[in-house]
C-alpha cells in the first residue's frame, strides 16, 4: 500500500502518538486524513479533516464510520492505561481496558471493513505495545488488554486477508508522550520515527512492526519457559530503571 494520496482514519488523534501519524501521514503525501477524537474540539492539527469518535460507543463507532466512505487506511491508536491489577484492582477498570484498547478498535475494524474492501482493500494497524506480552505491577489491566489486541489483529488478518486488507500489529516499549512522561528522553522512540516505522512497515506490506529494541527483544523470549521469560524480563526491567536513575 501507498501512504501517498491515500486516504486515513485515525483515533485518539488529538495529542501523542496519534497527533503525530496524523502530521506524518500529511507529510507523506495522505490526500485525506480524518483525525477522531472524543472531544474533536481538542484536535489542532492543521490540514485534518475532524470526526468526534469515542470507540466506546457503538453508535459513535458507526457515526464516524458512515462519515468516512472513502478510507483506505485505519490507524487504531486510541487507547488508555489506568493503572490496574486484575486481583486486587477495580473490575471496571478492567472492562474500561479492554472495551477502549481492544473491543473498541475491533468494532472499527468490523464497520469499516467493508469500506476498505470497496476501497481496494487497503490497511489496517492496531497499535499494540510490548505489553501485549508482558505483565508489570500496577499494569496487568494493560497487559491483558494488550494481549487480547494482539491476538484480535492476528486473527483480523486472516479474515481480512481474502478482500486484500493489510493487517499490520505495531509493538512499542516507550514512547516520548505524556503517558511515559516519568522517563528520561533517551529510553524513548520519538512519536514522529515511530510513525515513519509504521508507514514504513505498511508500504512494505509487513504483518508486523517492533519498533524499538526493547519490543524486539521480548518478542525473542516468548520461546522461553515461563521461568526463564520472568527472569529476562527481571533483567531488563533492572537495567531499565538503572538507565533511568543515571540519567536523572
Known sequence: MDINNSVALVTGANRGLGRAFAQR?????????????RRPETVDLPGVEVLALDVTDPASVRAAAAAAPDVSLLVNNAGIATGTDLVTGSLDAVRLELETNTLGPLALIRELA??????????IVNVLSAMSWFGSSGAHAYHLSKGAGWAMTN??????????????????GLADTDMAAGWP???KIAPSDLADAVFDG????????????????????LS????DFNAAMNRAMAGLTTASRESR
Request: glycine share 10%; net charge neutral; aromatic share 4%.
Open 155 to 172: 486473527s483480523v488478518r486472516l479474515e481480512l486477508a481474502g478482500q486484500g486488507t493489510l493487517v499490520t500489529a505495531v509493538h512499542l
Open 114 to 123: 467493508p469500506t476498505l474492501a470497496r476501497n481496494g482493500g487497503g490497511a
Open 202 to 221: 505498511v508500504e512494505a506490506g509487513s504483518a508486523e512492526v517492533l519498533a524499538d529494541r526493547w519490543s524486539r527483544d521480548v518478542k525473542t523470549w
Open 224 to 227: 522461553l519457559t515461563p521461568e
Open 185 to 187: 528522553a533517551d529510553l
Open 25 to 37: 501521514l500529511l507529510e507523506r503525501g495522505a490526500r485525506k486524513v480524518y483525525a477522531t477524537a
